[in-house]
């Protein structure tokens, strides 16, 4: 398993799309907040958007999440478009028990500068938190700093991705070598 991490707007969903048809047949994508939304759905039927999840109080967010943990368990080579901290109303929330259930064999960062993200956030058809860069680049930075230590503790690999709109190509290739190396 690989865990591909960052911000949202720091291009995972973008980087994804454009290594799938590089990458061997044999592994499969799960983006963890859309099965999440899915799952979160089938038992609350108010909530509309993934962007409603932050809404939820931790305790019923945290028990679905164990819900998608397990279906990521039990389909194996997978890459797992994921957050390693979530951003509720109260603040920033990581939940480390999931990483130690999923045990995955690497972790990719994707970090972008804090003005992409904040243009891409304001042109984007989802209903996310507001953030102001200051923000986004705490969250950023804290997202890195604990992705980084969540690998050394588990002794995953770990890999940074600086995705820069001058540089997809390079980013393309970094991430389509680790997924490539699942298979």
Partial sequence: MIVVTGVSGSGKDFLLEKVRPLINSKVSFLNFGQALFEEVRRNQPGISSRDQLASLDYRTFHRERLVVVSKALQTQPVVLNTHMLLCFSDGLVFADVIDRLLLPRTYVHISSPVSEIYERRKQGNRERRVETESRIRLHQN?????????????????????????????SIQILSKAINALA
């Fill in 142 to 170: 804290l997202s890195l700093y604990t992705t980084a230590v969540v690998a050394k503790d588990l002794g995953s690999e770990f890999i940074r991705i600086c995705n820069k709109e001058d540089n997809v190509e390079t």
